[in-house]
């Protein structure tokens, strides 16, 4: 299951890695030549204003989001952990109880009807990484727009500022 997201355990083995990577270099070939030629510029912007990020924010981050720079250090940097984040992933299975909050965002993942089984196993599974866990799905929210548009932004906001409290106080998170 791959949407551009990191999922936990998403690869199996180094090797799944390794494939996921050869298939995704592809595409930032092409991304790269993009960003060399100015397109990016013209389509960031789009993208931005697509997620509801208000209009002064959408500027700065297709501004920003655009640049050679910023293509090359993303690339250089999410790449090679990509495989590191994969292993920290499956070593947080069991975090006692300390609180989590997983949230998933509904919209937008154009999976076939096996990784959406595998995704909604996925689910369940993360739930028990600890006892003081809760899972919230954010209904009408995709990829983008969790962020962008204020009511998906809040959730994510609630979520944190949920954590932060419980692991304050001691409580355990509200079901």
Known sequence: VDSGL??????????DFEGWKSSNDILQAVLWGMTRFGLMRLIMPGEFQQWGFPEDITRELA????????FDSDYAERLPARWALNEAS??????????????WATEGLN?????????????????TYSTNSIT???????????????QYAQRVTDAIHDVI??????KPLAQ
Do not use: C
């Open 63 to 70: 501004a920003l989001r655009s640049t050679n720079q910023v």
């Open 111 to 127: 999976f076939s009807a096996a990784d959406l089984e595998h995704l909604h196993k996925l689910q369940q599974e993360i739930a």
């Open 90 to 103: 499956a070593a947080a299975e069991h975090l006692g109880n300390l609180p989590m909050v997983v949230l």
């Open 165 to 170: 409290e419980a692991g304050r106080t001691g």
């Open 6 to 15: 990191l999922i936990p355990k998403q690869f199996g083995s180094q090797s």
């Open 136 to 150: 919230r799905l954010i209904e009408g929210a995709d990829h983008g727009t969790i962020l962008g548009k204020e």
